[in-house]
């Protein structure tokens, strides 16, 4: 049997739920405690009107619905035409919450409406000072603010782009800065009465909470005094009325054709890292079926289906005993600010899975990377059981894999070795899953094709993770004699990024191998480590996104017979580009990488490369391949660097969303946004959820439900996956949720 966790109204309770508990979520009628979750007959399921303020009707502002009726909170946003009319589709019956929001507004009073109410006139008035004007403001424009230090060295950091790297990868890492609960101290003096000015503010804030220990580790970096007098100099003048100097557009053109519909999920503590709807190869897969995420802290797969509104959580298991399976979260030191002493995310009570990323592969299984024990079993080291072992031996190894099949309603775990955290799938005949290891340089795998007929044959779950499971480390061939051959040359070991100390449980695979002396005779290992991981649809090469400074992609081969024909290049990003996060690829080939911190979104093809074999241990050989696209948004003051963030991007190779195929899109995790890039002009298409503030997102993905009911059977999915879902506006209480976009033919489509 499986644990779950039903939510409804802002609670839950632990259940033992049977495979028939499994069959009512996808059987449901729709009915659920009562109220009807079933869509409407067509004519009855829209609200429309206009909305009006003295200025006359107004053009490109969100008009957003809001409904406490369905099992879970319902909120549905549109964008009014360029003669302030609106039309809200396919809701739901029930009573709804209607209201106003746009820049240079004031939110409107909110009016309770039904489906069907048409003609319907909203009154908005204008704000009336900059501060009113700023207060829904996006927190890019707000930590536009901030002056990041101009003189350097400063401590180990030798140069500004060196600081903001450190600074926007670190700070950014876990959540938004410049919305309305980072800008502001007021709730530190409340809570903790021993604070008495700014600098005491910030410093507590900075070692608070269960994040405390890597947010004081990242301020050491950044030279901790010189930083606070920063974020003070900051909050006192926003204190003193200080507004941003420029304020976002409206919605204009395509951006007015959005339909947002968001589904609360999970708890008021859930830090629900990645969603996922269907297989990034396949984007028919689970067509019309529960979406997914997966929640770290509670180690459970949290799933929604949106055609009733119910969620639930289902509880990860571990292969070890929860007992032996200890959580990566530290007790708060000192006390939270919100939660005060409470271990969030600890074991006990919480699950140990810790899972990270889903993804859901051609069957439908929804695959993650998770933790399924503590120490690695004796034939990751054993060369006798394990030709990977032989060449590069593991020990370590933070999360491992697991996939969940609704076809049977059970979880499947599998031991990895090498250490997991993102995952994706390859179109090969294997149908392989990457993982890469985020601290450790390992590219790891799992042949799944294999896997599944050594267990159908065996049913012997070890036989076929041992006959599935790979891994490679990362050689260069720098004699450049075609191969790679042992043994070889240690390249110095890059520094270890203090943000993510822990994140894997602080297991680093393959050890620390000392540096030798090059040999220029030999191959090198390199250890660059990696964030993100994709597999190329046009070779089956796989690539990752490096984040050490200045920014690298690294790409493996595994040959015919790996790990002996595993070889691995190495690009740097060029200037002024920096901290690749994000990864993808287009089905040419064409990678695609967030910037996260000069806010680009860049391009890499390997095909332009002059000469794509010549390798080099600075990654320095093909700056042909590379293609810059500066994101929109403010900068920091006194520079020219956006203050946007880019956690993560994404690729449309099928066309889901009709942008075109191949379509980059990276996430505006600071702008409550994601970004449409059009490479052929430069130009972005911004789609924002204005409410609520607060939407962070770390990745997205698009299903096609059915590609004969136009917009209505196609959408992007994205969630907020914020660590601290308290910070999104509501405060403490709100829930994390799910976004579903569509774009219709124009703003009155029904």
């Known amino acids: 049997m499986n644990t779950t966790r039903s939510h409804s109204n802002g609670f839950y309770s632990v259940i033992a739920a049977s495979l028939l508990a499994a069959a009512i979520f996808f059987a449901s009628s729709g009915e659920y405690y009562g109220v009807s979750a079933s869509p409407q007959k067509a004519g009855t399921d829209y609200i429309s009107g206009t909305v009006k303020s003295s200025q006359g009707p107004e053009e490109g502002v969100w008009v957003i619905a809001e409904t406490r009726n369905l099992p879970t909170n319902f909120i549905k946003i549109v964008v009014t035409d360029n003669q302030g009319r609106f039309t809200l589709p396919e809701l739901p019956a029930a009573n709804y ?88 101290l007021d709730h ?65 053109g395509m951006e007015r054709n959005l339909v947002l519909t968001l589904w609360d999920w999970g708890t008021d503590h859930s830090f629900m890292h990645d969603e996922n709807t269907t297989s990034k190869n396949k984007p028919k897969v689970n067509a019309n079926g529960p979406v997914y995420a997966v929640s770290a802290g509670h180690g459970t797969l949290v799933r929604l ?124 005949a294997e149908r392989t899953v990457y993982f890469n290891e985020l601290i450790g340089p390992i590219f790891g795998w799992v042949d799944t094709k294999t896997y599944d007929k050594t267990l159908a044959e065996t ?21 450049g004699d075609g191969k790679i051959t042992k043994p070889w040359n240690i390249a110095p070991r890059l520094p270890d990024n203090a943000t993510y100390a822990g994140d894997t449980a602080g297991a680093t695979s393959s050890g620390k191998p000392a540096a030798t002396a090059m040999d220029p005779t030999r191959d090198t290992q390199v250890a660059f480590y990696l964030y993100a991981i994709i597999p190329s649809p046009a070779d089956h090469s796989v690539w990752g996104a490096a984040e050490v400074f200045p920014g690298y992609i690294v790409r493996m081969d595994r040959g015919s017979n790996p790990p002996e024909t595993c070889r691995v290049e190495l690009y740097r990003v060029p ?107 430069g130009k972005w298409t911004t789609l924002r959820v204005p409410y609520p503030m607060g939407f962070y997102s770390r990745g997205m993905d698009a299903r096609i439900d059915d590609d004969g009911a136009g917009w209505k059977g196609r959408a992007l999915w994205a969630n907020y996956g914020t660590h601290f879902v308290w910070h999104i506006e509501g405060g403490k209480g709100t829930k994390g949720k799910m976004v579903k976009f569509q774009l219709r033919p124009d703003p009155l489509s029904r």
């Not at 207060?135 to 782009?161: C, H, V």
């Not at 580790?217 to 920063?230: F, I, N, P, T, Y």
């Not at 049913?459 to 004699?479: F, I, S």
């Open 97 to 184: 919450s209607v209201w106003v929001r746009g820049y240079g507004l004031l939110d409107s009073p909110k009016k309770q409406l039904k489906p069907g109410a048409t003609g319907v006139e909203l009154e908005t008035a204008v704000a009336r000072t900059p501060e009113e004007k700023a207060r829904i403001y996006p927190g890019n424009y707000w930590m536009s603010l901030m002056e990041p230090p101009s003189k350097f060295p400063l401590g180990d950091l030798k140069t500004q782009a060196n600081w903001i790297h450190t600074f926007k990868s670190s700070c950014n890492f876990c959540h938004q800065l410049g919305n309305g609960i980072t800008r502001d």
């Open 575 to 681: 200037e002024p580009g920096l901290d690749p996060r994000g990864i993808d690829v287009d089905r040419n080939g064409v990678v695609w990488t967030a910037l996260a911190a000069s806010s680009h979104l860049a391009s890499f093809d390997r095909r332009k490369c002059k000469n794509p074999t010549k390798v080099s241990l600075e990654g320095n050989t093909c700056p042909e391949g590379w293609k810059l696209y500066p994101t929109t948004g403010p900068t920091f003051k006194g520079t020219d660097v956006r203050t946007d963030f880019h956690y993560y991007n994404w690729v449309d190779q099928y066309d889901v969303m009709k942008f075109g195929a191949g379509t980059p899109m990276a996430t505006g995790s600071n702008s409550d946004s994601i970004l449409v890039l059009d490479p052929r002009s």
């Open 459 to 479: 049913k012997d779950p070890l036989k076929a993770e041992r006959a599935a499971v790979g891994w490679c480390a990362q050689v260069l061939d720098t004699n």
């Open 305 to 428: 289906d949106p055609k009733t509104s119910r969620t639930e959580e289902l509880e990860i298991p571990t292969r070890d005993g929860r007992d032996k399976v200890p959580s990566r979260f530290p007790a708060p030191n000192p006390p939270s600010i919100f939660w005060g002493s409470e271990h969030l995310w600890s074991n006990p009570p919480n699950n140990p899975a810790d899972p990270h990323n889903p993804m859901i592969d051609d069957q439908g299984r929804v695959w993650m990377t998770s933790r399924i024990r503590d120490a690695a079993p004796a034939w990751c080291s054993d060369p006798a059981a394990s030709k990977y072992a032989a060449y590069t031996p593991l020990k370590g190894g933070g999360r491992q894999a697991s996939y969940f099949d609704p076809k049977t309603g059970k979880f499947t775990l599998i031991e990895t070795c090498a250490s997991t955290h993102h995952l994706q799938f390859d179109t090969n």
């Open 188 to 252: 530190v003096f409340k809570v903790i009465p021993t604070v008495k000015t700014p600098m005491e503010a910030w410093d507590y804030r900075l070692r608070a909470g269960v994040r405390g220990t890597q947010m004081s580790g990242v301020a050491a970096l950044l030279e901790r005094d010189s930083l606070l007098k920063m974020l003070v100099d900051w909050t006192d003048r926003i204190g003193r009325g200080e507004v941003p100097a420029t304020a976002p557009p409206r919605p204009s």
